[in-house]
C-alpha cells in the first residue's frame, strides 16, 4: 500500500559522487575546508543547494502500511489539559493496577523528564526559607506574564516508577531543582525570558520547526555559558547509568538526583570531564553490546563549531582509549538535538543555516540570529568512535528530495554488512504546513490548531553506502509517529522492532495517542489506539526475565485521561500490542505530557516501597531546613570538583 506523504519519501535519492548529492570521504564540502581544519581559519561557510530533483536522479522504494494501525478523533481539549503545572509534588506512594495485573516478571524503574511548571515560581520556598517570594502561586492562564510561551520552556520534573516484581508500583514525582527554578521559586514570577523573542516568531522560525510541537529545534538562547538568557530547566531525558540517575538538556550542564527520592543533589560534571560552562547535549546512545553510554557537547560558533563526543564505561567513568573523547571541528554553526551510533561511528546530522551576523553580536536570539535554508543540503557527519581505527570525521551531503531532512529524531543506527553500509531509523519531521501565528498556553483545543502548530512526522530509515557516500531514504510508514524507541539490547545493533507513539488519525497531524510497533523487517504494524481523551507519552521497553526474542518484554508508557484529569501507568506486551494494556495503574496526579525516559532493569534498581518511602522522608526533611535549601554544591578543595561528583571520582574506594 502506498502512502500520501510518503509520495516524496517514496522516492529515494541514491546519488554517488559524479550526482548532485556528494560525498566527501575523510575531507568536508569544498566550501567547509578550512573550517574542518584544525587551524580554525573563519572563511564563511555556506551549504550547497539543491535543484529539484529529477526522474534520472530517483529510485522508488516500497513504503510501510499503516492499515495495522487503529483510528479514533482525538480531544485536542483533553490532550491540552496535561499542559497542567504541578502544584504539589508526589514523594512516595504504592499503587496497585486499577486494571489487569502488573506482570511479576517486571522488574525495574522507569524513569521520565519532562516540563511540568508553566507558570513560573509556582511552587513556594521551604517555610523556613530566608527568601520568601512577594506573590502566591496562581492557577494557569491567570496571569499570562508568568505563562511559558512554548512547554519546553517549562520547568523540568521527573517521574519515577519502580515495580519491585510483587505486584505493585512505586510512583513519585519531583522537580528538579535547577538554578533558575530556585530562582524563580524565590521570586515567585518569570525571570528567565531570553527565549520569548523565538517563540513569538510561531511556525516560521527554524524552517518551521524552531518552535515545533512537542519538541522544538531551537532549545537555548546562543548567549552561551551560564546567564539569564539560557535558562537550564534540565527537562528533555532521564538517564539512569551506573547506579546515578541524571536529567539533560540542550546547551547546558546536567544535573544529578538521587534515584530513589528523585531529590535534586546540583549539576554535575561527570567526575570532572566537564567545565561548568560546557554546553552539554540533551541526548544520549547506549552502545549494548560494548556497555557504554556515549554523550556529545556542541561548542558552536559562526563560521565553524566543535563537537565533542564522549564515550563512558560501565562505571561512569571514560573509556581508556583516546582518553575516551573525540574533538570534531564542523563547519558552519552546527545545531544539534540528537544523534544514533553504531560499531565504528557517531552520527549526527547539521541542518543548513545562515547566521545573521548583525544579530549575533546582539540578541542572540535564535529566530532572529538562525535561518534555516530550506532547499539546501542537510550535513551528515560520521564521527568515528574511539578505538574504532576509522580515521577521521567524513561528511556527506543528504541530497534534498523535497522534504528537510534536519532536526531528526534518532531510534537506532547500525553498521550492515562487513561496514558496506551504516544504516539509521528516525522520525523524520516536515514542517512545510506549520502555520505562522504563534500559540499561547494551552498552545492548542482543536485538531487544527494543533496541525498548525506541530510538524508532520513519521518513520523513515537512511542507508549510507560507505564506499560511494550515496544515500537512500525510505518511508517505513507514513503514519503520524513520535518518540521512536527500540529494545535496548539492540542498541546500537540491528534491530527489527521499533515502538513509537502514534497519532489517531492515520497519517494526518495529531496529538501522541496509541503505541504502535513497527517491524521493519516485514512491513507489518501492531498497534493499541486508546480512547479520544486518552493520551500516551513515549514508549519505553522494559524486558522480562529470560526473555525470548527482541520482543520479549513489556511496553511501558504514560497515558493522561484528559476527562478524568488524571494519569496512570499502562503496561502493554511488547509481543501483543494490539490486545491493549495487560495493566493499568493510576498514579493518583495529573503527570504533565513528557519527553524523554528509561526503564532500568538491573538488579539494583527493583527497590522496595520501604526504601523508596524513607528515602523521600529524608529528602523532604533535608530541604525543608534552613535557609540554605537546594544550594549548588560547592567546588571540593579546589580540585575543580563538585561535592556530588565525589563518589564519581573515588566511588572505588567507598564500595
Known amino acids: ?19 548532485t548529492g556528494r560525498a566527501f570521504q575523510g575531507q568536508p564540502p569544498p566550501a567547509a575546508t578550512s573550517a574542518f581544519s584544525r587551524n580554525k581559519a573563519r572563511a564563511p561557510f555556506s551549504f550547497p543547494r539543491l535543484a529539484s530533483t529529477s526522474r534520472a536522479q530517483e529510485q522508488t522504494v516500497s513504503s510501510g502500511s499503516d492499515s495495522g494501525i487503529p483510528r479514533t478523533t482525538p480531544d485536542v481539549e483533553a490532550y491540552a489539559a496535561g499542559y497542567k503545572t504541578v502544584f504539589d509534588e508526589l514523594p512516595c506512594a504504592v499503587k496497585e493496577a486499577s486494571e489487569g495485573r502488573i506482570p511479576d516478571d517486571l522488574v525495574g524503574t522507569y524513569f521520565r523528564s519532562g516540563p511540568a511548571m508553566f507558570s513560573a515560581g509556582s511552587i513556594p520556598p521551604p517555610k523556613l526559607s530566608l527568601i520568601m517570594p512577594k506573590d502566591d502561586p496562581v492557577p494557569d492562564g491567570a496571569n499570562m506574564e508568568r505563562m511559558v510561551d512554548h512547554p519546553f520552556e517549562g520547568d523540568g520534573a521527573v517521574l519515577g516508577v519502580t515495580f519491585p516484581g510483587d505486584g505493585t508500583a512505586v510512583a513519585r514525582f519531583r522537580y528538579v531543582r535547577t538554578n533558575a527554578f530556585t530562582n524563580e521559586r524565590k521570586k515567585g514570577r518569570k525571570v528567565y525570558v531570553g527565549m520569548d523573542s523565538t517563540r513569538s516568531m510561531g511556525g516560521p522560525a527554524g524552517g518551521r520547526l524552531g518552535n515545533d510541537h512537542p519538541l522544538p529545534m531551537f532549545r537555548h538562547h546562543l548567549l552561551p555559558g551560564l546567564n539569564k538568557k539560557r535558562k537550564n530547566t534540565s527537562n528533555t531525558r532521564s538517564v539512569y547509568w551506573a547506579k546515578k540517575l541524571i536529567t539533560l538538556w540542550e546547551g547546558g550542564l546536567p544535573y544529578k538526583l538521587d534515584s530513589l527520592a528523585l531529590s535534586t543533589e546540583g549539576r554535575s560534571q561527570l567526575g570532572g570531564v566537564l567545565k561548568e560552562q560546557d554546553p552539554f547535549g540533551g541526548s544520549n546512545f547506549y552502545d549494548a553490546k560494548a556497555d557504554r553510554m556515549l554523550f556529545y557537547s556542541n561548542f558552536q560558533d559562526v563560521t565553524s563549531s566543535k563537537l565533542k563526543l564522549y564515550e563512558f564505561n560501565s562505571k561512569f567513568r571514560l573509556v581508556p582509549e583516546q582518553g575516551g573523547v573525540i574533538e570534531t571541528e564542523l563547519p558552519g554553526f552546527a545545531q544539534f538535538s540528537d544523534f544514533a551510533a553504531t560499531e565504528t561511528h557517531a552520527v549526527f546530522v547539521q541542518p543548513p543555516m545562515t547566521v545573521n551576523n548583525i544579530q549575533y553580536l546582539t540578541s542572540k536570539d535564535p529566530g532572529k540570529t538562525l535561518t534555516v535554508e530550506e532547499r539546501a543540503t542537510t550535513l551528515l557527519h560520521l564521527v568515528p568512535r574511539v578505538g574504532s581505527g576509522k580515521g577521521g570525521p567524513r561528511s556527506i551531503s543528504i541530497p534534498y528530495d523535497g522534504m528537510p531532512d534536519f532536526d531528526l529524531q534518532f531510534i537506532n543506527a547500525y553498521d550492515a554488512g562487513e561496514g558496506e553500509a551504516i544504516v539509521f531509523d528516525v522520525i523524520r519531521a516536515d514542517g512545510r504546513a506549520v502555520g505562522a501565528n504563534p500559540l499561547s498556553w494551552p498552545w492548542a483545543t ?16 537512511y542507508t549510507v553506502q560507505m564506499g560511494t557516500g550515496a544515500i537512500t531514504k525510505e518511508c517505513l510508514s507514513d ?21 513509537a507513539a502514534v497519532g489517531g488519525m492515520g497519517s494526518e497531524v495529531a ?22 481523551n486518552e493520551f500516551c507519552g513515549e514508549p519505553m521497553f522494559a524486558p522480562r526475565a529470560n526473555a525470548d526474542g527482541e520482543d520479549g518484554g513489556y511496553i511501558v508508557s504514560v497515558l493522561y485521561n484528559g476527562k478524568k484529569d ?40 527493583g527497590w522496595t516501597a520501604e526504601e523508596i518511602d524513607r528515602r523521600a522522608k529524608l529528602a523532604d526533611k533535608m530541604e525543608g531546613k534552613g535557609a540554605m535549601w537546594n544550594e549548588v554544591k560547592s567546588d571540593f578543595s579546589g580540585l575543580g570538583l563538585r561535592l556530588d561528583d565525589i563518589e564519581e571520582y573515588f566511588g572505588d574506594f567507598f564500595g
Open 511 to 532: 496529538p501522541p495517542q496509541g503505541i504502535a510497533k513497527f517491524d521493519v523487517d516485514s512491513g507489518s504494524v501492531d498497534a493499541w489506539m486508546p480512547k479520544g
Open 446 to 461: 482543536s485538531v487544527g490548531q494543533y496541525s498548525q502548530s506541530a510538524a508532520k512526522k513519521s518513520l523513515w530509515r
Open 566 to 605: 488524571e494519569s496512570e501507568m499502562v503496561v502493554l506486551d511488547a509481543k501483543d500490542i494490539r490486545a491493549g494494556p495487560v495493566a493499568r495503574v493510576p498514579l493518583g496526579m495529573v503527570a504533565p505530557h513528557g519527553y524523554h525516559g528509561c526503564f532500568s532493569s538491573s538488579n539494583e534498581s
Open 479 to 499: 503514519t503520524h509517529a513520535s518518540f521512536g524507541v527500540i529494545n535496548p539490547a539492540v542498541s546500537g545493533q540491528k534491530h527489527r522492532y521499533v515502538y
Open 1 to 19: 500500500m502506498r502512502l500520501d506523504h510518503c509520495a516524496a519519501g517514496l522516492v529515494a535519492l541514491a546519488l554517488s559522487l559524479a550526482g
